[in-house]
């Protein structure tokens, strides 16, 4: 297998209602993670990129929490809107987004 230019991990992490911490499936991850797949599928990136669901990642209050390799950035609340953007700009165009990365303070 060839090595991805990147690996996109997307949380999808469920945890029970009352659970303290929530998580990143009552947050969207699953639908975020069927968006990423399908913008993956219609621009053929399969062999360029990686993508993978992922348990916990350790942001469940920022969820849902996607962390894209080799840059070690980790996004936080993730909408399905911003999923063309990520791939467009940072994992095409090797950009990071700033406003979608969690605080500096959390992820260092
Ligand atoms: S449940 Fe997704 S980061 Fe913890």
Redesign the pocket.
Same mark, same amino acid.
């Given at each position: 297998m060839a090595k991805p230019e990147k690996h996109v991990f997307v !949380?999808?992490?469920? &945890?029970p209602p009352d659970h303290p911490? $929530? %998580? !990143?499936?009552a &947050?969207g $991850?699953k639908s975020l993670a069927e968006a990423f797949a399908e913008e993956f599928e219609s621009r053929s990136l399969w062999g360029q990129f990686k993508l993978n669901t %992922? %348990? !916990?990642? $350790?942001?469940? /209050? /920022? $969820?849902?929490?996607v962390l894209v390799y080799p840059h070690g950035t980790m996004y936080g609340k993730v909408k399905t809107e911003d999923v063309v953007r990520i791939i467009e700009t940072h994992l095409i165009g090797d950009e990071p987004i700033d406003e979608l990365k969690v605080s500096a303070d959390l992820w260092e």
């Open positions: !949380c999808t992490q469920n &945890r911490k $929530g %998580s !990143c499936h &947050r $991850g %992922s %348990s !916990c990642l $350790g942001f469940c /209050e /920022e $969820g849902p929490a």
